[in-house]
């Protein structure tokens, strides 16, 4: 399975932006990540490939939004109210069954959220 990311950009602070990710196959679960400059790659959301569960990091769960179009094999990030703390790499990632943790991963796309 493939993941191919998009909908990165630049953005002013409190602006929103949407991320997708379009999986070629099916998986378990779908996620999202981010990366700044000279820190760890965290978590920031997940779903299941059905969508009926989502789970969200605290900092993030008052304005990201997490959504999955199983028809389109596509998972969405709705980021609302941006801030220049959430400029990053954001990488989609999918676990590709209940038995791994993410294992697969897309090659990522900026954002940068200027003030």
């Known amino acids: 399975v493939q993941l191919d990311e998009s909908g990165g950009g630049l953005v002013r602070a409190g602006d929103s932006l949407r991320l997708s990710c379009t999986a070629s196959g099916p998986t378990f679960r779908m996620g999202w990540f981010r990366q700044a400059p000279g820190k760890e790659r965290v978590f920031l959301a997940s779903?299941?490939?059905?969508?009926?569960?989502?789970d969200l990091a605290d900092n993030v769960k008052d304005r990201f939004t997490i959504s999955m179009d199983t028809a389109k094999n596509t998972v969405y990030l709705q980021m609302n109210r941006l801030k220049p703390a959430d400029t990053a790499v954001y990488y989609c990632a999918a676990r590709s069954s209940v038995m791994v943790s993410y294992d697969l991963w897309g090659l990522g796309t900026q954002v940068t959220v200027s003030s």
């Open positions: 779903i299941t490939w059905s969508g009926d569960r989502t």
